[in-house]
């Protein structure tokens, strides 16, 4: 079994839904993120949590929220999605804050019509 | 702000070749320079991780190395084959911004 998991893998919404996805890790790791990724643009930060109790805004977090149910779980949300956030989103985690290894999920391919 | 560069972005190799992959950051204050590749449809594995304190660490036959004084890291693979078909990426972790920032990646087609 994969050690961070995102559920789900694939999923096609509409214009102005509620979208939640999911991510769970079986590291044990106190941090977790949120990215997405665009063709030409790399992969770039939306949220990320250092625990339970601590979550903080990324690079891009305009039109999404996020949840961080308890350690080994973190998600998503898209309040109402619109058709720019059409994107492959990433969950990782990592061990502590002076940058260790980050692993990450399989990614979820979002596609808002 | 931290920015990543990737040269090329794509490349084409036949199998069996020695390859370089570049990776370049503005903001030499990192931690580490992780290499990650990515496969068509799939997630990002991690290849290897390089402290901001030393120079190069290898697996297989993959090396990198990190001047982290020039902002630039190389990732070097030996005797390429089809299976190393995939999308390299590089990233470094900036404690100020506690996040990784990434480059676009270097798309290697290794051919028969």
């Known amino acids: 079994d994969a050690d961070v998991t995102q559920t789900p893998r694939n999923r096609i919404t509409k214009t102005g839904k509620r979208i939640m996805l999911e991510c769970s890790q079986t590291k044990g790791h106190d941090r977790m993120y949120w990215y997405r990724q665009d063709p030409g643009l790399g992969l770039r930060l939306i949220y990320y949590?250092?625990?339970?109790?601590?979550?903080n805004k990324g690079e891009i977090s305009d039109g999404y929220s996020v949840s961080r149910q308890a350690q080994a779980k973190f998600s998503l949300s898209l309040e109402s999605a619109i058709p720019n956030q059409t994107a492959l989103y990433f969950c990782?985690?990592?061990?502590?804050?002076?940058?260790?290894?980050?692993?990450f999920g399989q990614g979820t391919r979002l596609t808002v019509v | 702000k931290q920015e990543v560069t990737q040269i090329p972005a794509a490349l084409s190799v036949p199998e069996g070749e020695n390859l370089v992959l570049n990776c370049s950051f503005t903001?030499?204050?990192?931690?580490?320079l992780q290499w990650f590749r990515q496969d068509p449809g799939k997630g990002l594995t991690s290849l290897l991780l390089i402290q901001s304190s030393q120079r190069e660490q290898t697996s297989g036959r993959l090396n990198a190395s990190l001047d982290k004084s020039s902002g630039r890291s190389t990732l070097y693979i030996a005797a390429s084959q089809p299976g190393d078909s995939a999308t390299y990426l590089c990233a470094v972790y900036t404690g100020t911004a506690s996040k990784l920032t990434f480059g676009t990646g270097t798309r290697l087609q290794v051919t028969l």
């Open positions: 903001d030499s204050a990192i931690y580490n």
């Open positions: 949590s250092f625990d339970v109790k601590d979550i």
């Open positions: 990782a985690t990592s061990v502590d804050s002076f940058g260790t290894e980050a692993f």
